[in-house]
């Protein structure tokens, strides 16, 4: 039985008043998207950045299949499971060094939302309470109250405002602005007693696109060890090779205190985060004081399922030559990209890894003034789902995506900069 009359779902980031019928999207199979009309789309953004080696990918589906017959969830607090106590192993073991414990949830914010209370909870566990954050400008934690305080102000968040705590926010590390991010840095924490810095490593992605160079993430990094800051990466979408690297951090050579991974954990396929802790950070919340547990959980913790899956990858990782694959598609992009280098029509063309990102000139480039829907359907009507943050446009696919494929998608983009651009 069906039940006709408008569709009763709310979409995220929608303006439902605005916003054209959104395709049913039926099947995945590596790059593309299969809609019930019969569309295709190449997925040139990954499905909102989660999807890495393409959808649907054969060991990934087994390894659900298989779990999902085993053992479909369980309480994790008093109990666990081999999945769940397989992946902590493995992950503990890939992360950047000191890395030592695995608290696991089931998205991006749940992540942050866990580092922000592990940091807290560490200087009132270690008798020396903080609770101020510094964060940079641009930055994008979530969409929770808490995340959202930590994340750049505006227009999605100024409804919430009046709840939000209050954080200290770094200068972002632009071209020529390196200097004051970490004088910035360096002020604020010899002022007050400062609990965290978190920060997304190389690359804020919600907040633009923006990238800033890896020596500025190593100071930032040396900074907080000489003040005795925790430094949180949010690596929730620089993760699992979007850079160029398995994590960001990896790349400037730097190791966190505390790490969140979310979107590419299980290659895209399922919900789970995990946040990764230094010994010490653990070790203060350990005492037969049960005052000082941790507090926080989520119902699908460690959900199996999801643990499977996040196995799965990175058997992946271990097994097919992914690394490669993120070599020759940043090669790619860059060949596919370099050309608008020059054209008046964009500025701050620009690549990190396999993320390539270019802003079109246009006379209103605000959020609001509906650039980046109109965009949008654009690329929508030439058979690709991607979706500009406003006036800028980014490349963002699985790693499996074909040199043909690319073509698709910056033929499309020069159509976009004839059709909309501002010479
Ligand atoms: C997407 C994102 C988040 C939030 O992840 P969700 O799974 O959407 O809650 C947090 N931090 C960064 C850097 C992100 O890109």
């Known amino acids: 039985m069906t039940v006709a009359g408008p569709s009763p779902v709310w979409h995220p980031f929608t303006q439902h008043a605005l916003a054209p019928e959104p395709p049913v999207v039926v099947r995945g199979q590596g790059a593309w998207l299969t809609t019930a009309a019969g569309e295709r789309l190449l997925d040139a953004i990954s499905s909102w950045w989660v999807i890495t080696h393409g959808h649907c990918h054969p060991r990934i589906v087994a390894a659900i299949r298989e779990q999902a017959g085993e053992l479909d969830q369980v309480i994790f607090a008093g ?3 081999p999945a769940a106590e397989e992946l902590a192993r493995r992950l503990v073991a890939l992360a950047p060094a000191g890395l030592a414990h695995a608290f696991f949830s089931d998205s991006g914010s749940t992540a942050v939302e866990v580092a922000l209370k592990m940091a807290i909870g560490y200087w009132r566990n270690v008798g020396e309470p903080r609770t101020r954050i510094i964060a940079l400008d641009h930055g994008y934690h979530g969409d929770t109250i808490g995340t959202m305080s930590t994340g750049a102000r505006g227009l999605y968040n100024a409804a919430y405002e009046p709840l939000l705590f209050d954080v200290t926010r770094l200068p972002f590390p632009g071209p020529g602005c390196e200097e004051a991010t970490l004088a910035t840095l360096d002020a604020a924490c010899r002022q007050t007693p400062c609990a965290a810095l978190i920060v997304e490593p190389l690359i804020v992605g919600a907040g633009g696109m923006r990238m800033y160079p890896a020596w ?5 990094r040396r900074l907080c060890t000489r003040h005795g800051v925790l430094f949180i990466a949010d690596e929730v979408m ?11 951090c990896d790349q400037a050579g730097i190791a966190p205190d505390i790490a969140c ?5 299980t290659g895209g396929a399922l919900p789970l985060a995990v946040t990764l802790c230094r010994r010490e950070i653990f070790a203060a919340h350990y005492s037969t004081d049960r005052t000082r547990t941790f507090f926080h959980s989520s119902s699908f913790t460690a959900n199996p399922i999801a643990c499977a899956a996040a196995l799965a990858n990175l058997a992946i990782w271990a097994e097919e030559p992914v690394e490669a694959r993120i070599a020759t598609l940043g090669t790619l992009q860059e060949e596919q990209i370099t050309r608008f280098r020059d054209d008046p029509r964009f500025a701050n063309v620009r690549r990190l890894g396999t993320i390539a990102a270019l802003d079109l000139a246009v006379d209103d480039p ?3 003034a509906g650039i980046g829907p109109t965009l949008a359907a654009f690329f929508r009507a030439a058979g690709l789902l991607v979706r500009p943050l406003g006036n800028t446009i980014y490349v963002m696919p699985p790693y499996c995506v074909t040199a043909d494929d690319l073509d698709r998608v910056y033929a499309a983009i020069a159509g976009a900069a004839e059709r909309f651009g501002r010479a």
Not at 216 to 220: A, F, G, P
């Open 261 to 265: 991974y979310a979107k590419g954990l």
């Open 216 to 220: 500025v993430l190593r100071e930032m």
């Open 238 to 248: 620089t993760g699992f090779g979007r850079t160029g690297a398995l994590f960001a």
């Open 79 to 81: 109990h666990t499971h």
């Open 366 to 368: 605000g959020y609001l």
